[in-house]
T-cell receptor, first 116, second 109 residues
Framework: ETGVTQTPRHLVMGMTNKKSLKCEQHLGHNAMYWYKQSAKKPLELMFVYNFKEQTENNSVPSRFSPECPNSSHLFLHLHTLQPEDSALYLC???????????????FGSGTQLSVL | GQNIDQPTEMTATEGAIVQINCTYQTSGFNGLFWYQQHAGEAPTFLSYNVLDGLEEKGRFSSFLSRSKGYSYLLLKELQMKDSASYLCAVRDSDYKLSFGAGTTVTVRA
């Protein structure tokens, strides 16, 4: 248990569906992240939120829409996804955001997404 | 872009030692991390190096040479539970963190 909880663990959706991934951290951290992990590929940073403000969008297509209502919760809203978006989506948090030096990441177990 | 290289797979015997190498080419350097990820689970932090040398934590040690753009993670007295993927990640001068593709270590009895 890392203190970062993601739901659902598994999700299968069609290309026309709309779904949301949820992440919650119980560590009192101020920064939260979405990463994409595809098989045999490096983790790809998607979004960074620092004190609820989006500080990074790593050229992610608009069919992925993040939301951070407070420092403990992070959502990733999905719509009109493509089969190539099938991957493990990992949420992470850190005490402080990028550039502060204290960026040890605590990851959730991820949502395994399959787009049909 | 940043380039982080590590072997795809390694196999070792229980009780043995395994060394996972990571080489990197990044724009500047502000620290190197190692994470462990068991199948179907969250990656968990193992070590952090920002200065040259060896950092030891129990059975795990991590080494860094900034001039060579090189690090290794050393796992000693291997146990079956050490079978996992090990991720090398490097932070550049803009504090952007880039990950390698991971090394899958299989420990055999």
């Amino acid at each position: 248990e890392t203190g970062v909880t993601q739901t659902p663990r598994h999700l299968v959706m069609g290309m026309t569906n709309k779904k949301s991934l949820k992440c919650e951290q119980h560590l009192g951290h101020n920064a939260m992240y979405w990463y994409k992990q595809s098989a045999k590929k490096p983790l790809e940073l998607m979004f960074v939120y620092n004190f609820k403000e989006q500080t990074e969008n790593n050229s992610v297509p608009s069919r992925f829409s993040p939301e951070c209502p407070n420092s403990s919760h992070l959502f990733l809203h999905l719509h009109t996804l493509q089969p190539e978006d099938s991957a493990l989506y990992l949420c992470a948090s850190s005490h402080a955001g990028p550039g502060t030096g204290d960026e040890k990441l605590f990851f959730g177990s991820g949502t395994q997404l399959s787009v049909l | 872009g940043q380039n982080i290289d590590q072997p795809t797979e390694m196999t070792a015997t229980e009780g043995a030692i395994v060394q996972i190498n990571c080489t990197y080419q990044t724009s500047g350097f502000n620290g190197l991390f190692w994470y462990q990820q068991h199948a179907g689970e969250a990656p968990t932090f193992l070590s952090y190096n920002v200065l040259d040398g060896l950092e030891e934590k129990g059975r795990f040690s991590s080494f860094l040479s900034r001039s060579k753009g090189y690090s290794y993670l050393l796992l000693k007295e291997l146990q079956m539970k050490d079978s996992a993927s090990y991720l090398c990640a490097v932070r550049d001068s803009d504090y952007k963190l880039s990950f390698g593709a991971g090394t899958t270590v299989t420990v055999r009895a």
